[in-house]
């Protein structure tokens, strides 16, 4: 795919198709950023990634840790029956969806493709399995000594979550980079277009042109993996990590 993105157009096609480009050129990623203005696209995926990832965050970690550690009439019964969701495909659940965002007027905005990722029964099935390591001993202390539960939550509990915390944030930024499907179907105007709904238009009209596709894939690809290798450790320990030591 890199090397691809670097050859002349047309020089990918040829038989046998060449490993390496015979003379390098950026021409492609010239014509993705000034031709097609795919630098505009590139932001409209960061914001909405970054966005859909604070939100999740915001929404998931209080009430996956609620799930765990605080007591209230229910707790078990709601939680089984969001465990339960897990097993339904999302695309059932696409249209009412969307049919509920018209109605509400968020359609053809990026607030209604944040909306799937505000709070994703996996990401609080993830912070209440890891929430469930947290001694219990830890928290009524802090309780003794007079701390709030907010207290408790953004003292105690956030630290000892950033493992988990990270991994959830890699998974709901990874997801929703790389969704194509719901913006596809949420968003009309062109010029809100996420990244691979941006590429998916620009492929039909270019489908001959494997260079540029490449370049364009080069693009979709580059920041999502530098993101994973920069947090990877996080992102380990988070997934091993079993039980908290103290």
Same mark, same amino acid.
């Given at each position: ?96 969806l969307f049919l509920e965002l018209k109605a509400m007027g968020?359609?053809?905005?990026? $607030? !209604? %493709?944040? @909306?799937?990722? *505000? ?12 929430? /469930? +390591? ?63 709904v941006a590429l998916a238009a620009l492929s039909r009209e ?8 490449? $370049? !364009? %894939?080069? @693009?979709?690809? *580059? ?12 992102? /380990? +320990? ?9």
């Open positions: 795919m890199l090397s691809v993105s670097f050859m002349a157009r047309g020089e990918a096609a040829q038989f046998p198709p060449p490993l390496l480009p015979g003379d390098p050129t950026l021409d492609n990623y010239r014509a993705l950023f000034g031709t097609f203005g795919v630098g505009r696209f590139l932001l409209n995926s960061l914001l909405v990634s970054t966005l859909a990832t604070l939100l999740a965050l915001l929404f998931t970690i209080p009430a996956g840790y609620a799930f765990a550690k605080l007591r209230f009439k229910g707790r078990d019964a709601t939680f089984r029956l969001l465990v339960a969701a897990l097993v339904v495909p999302g695309q059932i659940g696409m249209l009412p968020l359609v053809n905005s990026y $607030a !209604g %493709a944040l @909306v799937p990722w *505000l709070a994703g029964i996996f990401g609080i099935f993830l912070v209440r399995q890891y929430s /469930l +390591s947290i001694p219990d001993e830890m928290l009524e202390a802090a309780r003794i000594d007079g701390a709030s539960e907010a207290q408790i939550l953004r003292r105690i509990v956030l630290p000892i979550l950033t493992p988990i915390i990270v991994t959830l944030a890699l998974f709901v930024f990874l997801g929703s980079w790389n969704d194509f499907m719901w913006p596809l179907i949420v968003l009309a105007d062109q010029d809100l277009y996420t990244l691979p270019h489908v001959q042109d494997n260079e540029l596709m490449m $370049a !364009g %894939a080069v @693009v979709t690809t *580059l920041p999502v993996l530098i993101l994973f290798l920069a947090l990877q450790r996080f992102y /380990l +320990s988070g997934l091993l990590a079993g039980s908290v030591k103290g």
